[in-house]
T-cell receptor
Framework: AQTVTQSQPEMSVQEAETVTLSCTYD???????LFWYKQPPSRQMILVIR??????QNATENRFSVNFQKAAKSFSLKISDSQLGDTAMYFC????????????FGGGTRLMVKP | ETGVTQSPTHLIKTRGQQVTLRCSSQ?????VSWYQQALGQGPQFIFQ???????GRGNFPPRFSGLQFPNYSSELNVNALELDDSALYLC????????????FGDGTRLSIL
């Protein structure tokens, strides 16, 4: 079974600064997918960024980028130029290549962007 | 494009009762997954439906059951409710297949008294 661990329950950052959220995972699979989801107080889970394990290049989506270290089983999220609207819970998630579309989530990191 | 919609938004039940939660998948999506999110925790996978059949199940007891209809909408049924069933229940729809992004609804907040 896969496990996903987010070691930072809460983080804060000043508006316009950069913050990095950590995620580690444990799996024996060789092919899988990793995701970061954002959950604002509105409750809807929104996909921020995703990474295929077979791709060495780190994924980037505008102000969001990841640092994927496959050997270390680490998948951190960097948010640049933080905005007030980035305030939310952030969840790291894992999807195996042979388990359908099932997502395994970490416990989440609460991010507060301060003005 | 219509997104994933869930009903009801909030629900209050008492121990021992039964509840049905509903989910309409995003247009064109044929797979529906259900997740339970306890307060302050990450979502946990309950089960997934594809072509009206259960297509994977997490570590949840049989009193958690579901259905998928020909229009791909889905229901989550929970019998003999327990206090620990209090949670946000999230529905996600997608196309079947790997690397298909899951689109989530706003969830149903279930409170058990």
């Amino acid at each position: 079974a896969q496990t996903v661990t987010q070691s930072q329950p809460e983080m804060s950052v000043q508006e316009a600064e950069t913050v990095t959220l950590s995620c580690t995972y444990d799996t024996s699979e060789s092919n899988y997918y990793l995701f970061w989801y954002k959950q604002p107080p509105s409750r809807q889970m929104i996909l921020v960024i995703r990474q295929e394990a077979y791709k060495q290049q780190n994924a980037t989506e505008n102000r969001f980028s990841v640092n994927f270290q496959k050997a270390a089983k680490s998948f951190s999220l960097k948010i640049s130029d933080s905005q007030l609207g980035d305030t939310a819970m952030y969840f790291c998630a894992f999807m195996s290549d042979n388990a359908g579309n099932m997502l395994t989530f970490g416990g989440g990191t609460r991010l507060m962007v301060k003005p | 494009e219509t997104g994933v919609t869930q009903s009801p938004t909030h629900l209050i039940k008492t121990r021992g009762q039964q509840v049905t939660l509903r989910c309409s998948s995003q247009s064109g999506h044929n797979t529906v997954s259900w997740y339970q999110q306890a307060l302050g925790q990450g979502p946990q996978f309950i089960f997934q439906y594809y072509r009206e059949e259960e297509n994977g199940r997490g570590n949840f007891p049989p009193r958690f059951s579901g259905l998928q209809f020909p229009n791909y909408s889905s229901e989550l049924n929970v019998n003999a409710l327990e206090l620990d069933d209090s949670a946000l229940y999230l529905c996600a729809s997608s196309l079947q297949g790997m690397n298909q992004p899951q689109h989530f609804g706003d969830g149903t907040r279930l409170s058990i008294l």
